[in-house]
């Protein structure tokens, strides 16, 4: 299994940026992608952006243009930049994980980080 610690969240003028970090440690040689989920009150979660091992990306449509994923392989971290931050981008952010072991799927989540934009 793989193991997820999240940081860099925090409270954010609208406008303002944030870096977001996810360090994963354990079987990572199974990962197939890491991506942010993102779940603000009364609302699902859903998901935010997506980086494959391949590096292919893909984002929700109301982030395109702002935010961006990354991959840092030497360092097992996955990043995601956000920019023009809104204060519909409020809510909780998850990194998340997943891939295969010995034949199994797994699925591994972060504790979640707290991104609050406001004036």
């Known amino acids: 299994q793989v193991q997820l610690v999240e940081s860099g969240g925090g409270l954010v003028q609208p406008g303002g940026s944030l870096r977001l970090s996810c360090a994963a440690s354990?079987?990572?040689?199974?990962?197939?992608?890491m991506g942010w989920y993102r779940q603000a009150p009364g609302k699902q979660r859903e998901l935010v952006a997506a980086i494959t091992s391949g590096g292919s990306t893909n984002y929700v449509d109301s982030v395109k243009g702002r935010f961006t994923i990354s991959r840092d392989n030497a360092r097992n971290t996955v990043y995601l930049q956000m920019n023009s931050l809104k204060p519909e981008d409020t809510a909780v952010y998850y990194c998340?994980?997943?891939?295969?072991?010995?034949?199994?799927?797994?699925?591994?989540w972060g504790q979640g980080t707290q991104v609050t934009v406001s004036s």
């Open positions: 354990g079987s990572i040689f199974s990962i197939n992608a």
């Open positions: 998340n994980a997943n891939g295969i072991l010995r034949g199994s799927k797994w699925d591994s």
